[in-house]
């Protein structure tokens, strides 16, 4: 008796912990702005929550044909691409559909992204759902072996599929290769509609950035354009400053030993740098 109390306290007390990490993971995703840090912390995370082995993110293509690798990592074969790494990933992108439209559920991940439903496979080496021959191909190079799979949609709040986390070989305590626990499930899919939140933000905010700088620039070249003294200025004075910028943060020069900055104030200096003619747009020429 006094076991089974024991053993309830523990479940308690880890269901606890786990829930207290999904907030700190919301928290987390929720402020990294920087696109491929966000991508590994989705997938590491996820990692983490199920003990999994390995684990791909996958990244919906705009015309929403295609899932493409942005994120792999396996701990046993130390694999690390895709992301801050800088290691590109060598897989191609899997189509959703094929040259007469047919869907593809063959691919568990393009079945998980089509259905919008989560797949819990306990051993990929038995399944006859899907087509594991890939998979299959590349634990036999690399002797290796996939067999359990919990493969989840990320989507946004439009019921729109942006992604979709795979993850692979969940890990008991003793380290042995078990099925992904179902009560295990709903955390992850309450981590992925966390991660789709941010990630959504996140793009986002990267697509106003990237109007704002293409408006800035148009200005620039406006400035450039009406002057014929000046032309190209605005174009150069950006790459100059940060330049010269990059070196100050380099030096060892006393007067810049504590100097630096950090990426919100290079993003303040790019403005500034394309910004600082803005005027001339209204100024007249005789001036």
């Not at 919990?150 to 305590?173: E, W, Y």
């Not at 990237?210 to 200005?219: K, R, V």
């Not at 990426?263 to 403005?271: Q, R």
Request: hydrophobic residues 40%; contains cysteine; negative net charge.
């Amino acid at each position: 008796m006094e076991d089974s109390i024991v053993h309830s306290d523990e479940n308690a007390a880890e269901r606890d912990n786990m829930f207290q990490r999904l907030i700190e993971i919301g928290i987390s995703l929720s402020s990294e702005r920087d696109h491929n840090r966000l991508l590994e912390t989705i997938l590491i995370e996820a990692k983490r929550i199920a003990n999994a082995d390995g684990g791909t993110l996958y990244l919906m293509a705009d015309d929403g044909r295609t899932l493409s690798f942005a994120i792999v990592r396996n701990d046993t074969l130390d694999i690390s691409m895709g992301g801050t790494t800088g290691v590109p990933i060598p897989f191609g992108p899997l189509a959703l559909y094929d040259e007469a439209g047919t869907p593809n559920f063959n691919n568990v991940a393009t079945a998980v992204a089509l259905n919008r439903m989560t797949v819990n496979i306990p051993n990929a080496y038995e399944s006859k759902t899907f087509d594991f021959s890939g998979t299959h191909a590349f634990d036999e190079s690399m002797g290796y072996r996939s067999q359990s799979f919990l493969t989840i949609p990320l989507m946004s709040n439009d019921d729109s599929v942006i992604g979709v986390v795979q993850l692979i070989n969940a890990r008991n305590r003793n380290g042995e290769v078990v099925p992904f626990a179902p009560e295990l499930q709903p955390i992850i899919e309450a981590l992925s509609s966390q991660a789709a939140v941010a990630l959504v933000n996140e793009m986002l905010i990267r697509g106003q950035r990237a109007l704002l700088d293409s408006f800035i620039e148009l200005m620039a070249g406006a400035v450039d354009a009406k002057s014929a003294y000046t032309g190209g200025h605005c174009q150069r004075v950006p790459h100059l400053t940060k330049m010269l910028a990059r070196v100050a943060c380099e030096s060892d020069y006393p007067a810049f030993q504590e100097f630096d900055l950090n990426e919100d104030e290079w993003y303040e200096l790019h403005l500034a740098a394309w910004l600082h003619d803005c005027g001339k747009v209204t100024t007249p020429e005789y001036v």
